[in-house]
């Protein structure tokens, strides 16, 4: 009975259609019970972050909606077809709404993401605000870009001039921006190859010493311990030979020459230089420090304190500390210190 009134209804054109409007309403309050009752209450149990509901309420409205697209595109199908121009302009126009939402939907889920993570790569000090921003906004444009290109292929547009014409206009502004553009991909370099990060201690071509205050589109700043900023470009910056106090990990070793008269007690001396390190807090027991004989000049014993700290940027003024502390334990223990 039911198959005859189907069959009944699908030999009427209008009828036909209306079915499958009916059908296709279904199916999407289907997907919009399935997402409100049954997605969202698992996500709501097995996660402890409000990060998938945020997606599923900016993906929720663009998935029903595409099932009415779909459902929309069927009944445009259904012959008869709708005469022309309506044959061709109805598909390309359903299409073209389906793309503009979910481009907008693409963009602001982007936009979660970059507040979600990027913004920690950001507090981490990997990389400088503006070279942020300029990768997001980059994202966001490659994105409307691509839904364009995609906009005018559903209309069929010839885009052959149109690339032609964007090849002449890239020849040309990488021309007269060649310096910018050597600058922009030299930053991109620093940050992929991660070869520092803001925060990190620097010695550029073994002259300029500071620290990583700020990685730009353009350039990077380093502030010099007598807080001078020094602003490199990044074309220049990418081909130098760089030391990295910082890495792999933050604590730096420093050493400290200590000569003494010959006739000195070498075990009391050595005794004597590891108790004026361990007395030190700034100096990390792991690895622990050490003192070393370093040779039998010509006028004293030379040996050298060894040890970490915790940050290249104590360097100065823990060498100062333990020379002071060095010069009066040697005097208390009446070491005597030679001249040449």
């Known amino acids: 009975m039911l198959d005859s009134v189907v069959k009944e209804l699908s030999a009427m054109p209008l009828m036909e259609r209306l079915f499958i409007l009916v059908i ?17 209450r698992l996500a709501k149990n ?9 997606v599923f309420a900016i993906l929720h409205t663009p998935v029903v909606l595409t099932v009415f697209f779909i459902g929309a595109l069927h ?10 121009p309506w044959g061709v302009f109805l598909p390309h126009a359903v299409k073209s ?3 503009i939402i979910w481009t907008v939907t693409f963009l602001r889920l982007f936009e979660l993401l970059a507040e979600k993570y990027l913004l920690k790569i950001l507090e981490r000090g990997k990389i400088g605000t503006d070279l942020f921003l300029l990768f997001k906004n980059l994202a966001r444009a490659i994105t409307i870009i691509m839904s364009l290109l995609w906009l005018l292929s559903i209309w069929k547009v010839n885009m052959a001039p149109l ?6 206009a890239g020849i040309a502004v990488a021309l007269a921006a060649k310096d910018t553009l050597a600058n922009f ?66 604590r730096f070793r420093i050493r400290v020459p200590v000569g003494v008269a010959y006739g000195s007690d070498l075990e009391q001396v050595e005794a004597v230089l590891l108790t004026v390190v361990q007395n030190n807090p700034a100096i990390v027991s792991d690895p622990a420090p050490r003192v ?19 940050d290249p ?7 100062h500390n333990l020379l002071k502390a060095t010069y009066r334990a040697l005097a208390e223990n009446n070491i005597a210190i030679p001249f040449p």
Do not use: M
């Not at 009944?75 to 022309?84: C, N, R, W």
């Not at 690339?163 to 002449?168: N, P």
């Not at 070393?292 to 915790?310: K, M, Q």
């Open 292 to 310: 070393r004989l370093r040779s039998l000049g010509a006028s004293s014993v030379d040996f050298e304190i060894l040890c970490w700290v915790e």
């Open 313 to 319: 940027r104590y360097k100065g003024l823990e060498i």
């Open 24 to 40: 296709y309403a279904v199916l999407a309050k289907a997907v919009d019970i399935f997402i409100n009752r049954i997605l969202k």
């Open 163 to 168: 690339f032609a014409s964007a090849g002449i």
């Open 46 to 54: 097995f996660t402890h972050t409000d990060l998938d509901d945020k």
């Open 97 to 99: 709404v389906a793309l």
């Open 185 to 250: 991909f030299g930053g991109i370099s620093i940050f992929t190859d991660r070869t520092f990060k803001v925060g990190d201690y620097i010695i550029l071509d073994g002259v300029e010493r500071g620290e990583v205050v700020e990685i730009g589109i353009r350039s990077t700043r380093i502030l010099t311990r007598e807080n001078v900023q020094v602003i490199v470009p990044n074309a220049i910056l990418a081909n130098s030979k760089i030391i990295n106090e910082s890495a792999p990990e933050p």
């Open 75 to 84: 009944l445009i199908s259904v012959e008869p077809t709708p005469a022309a």
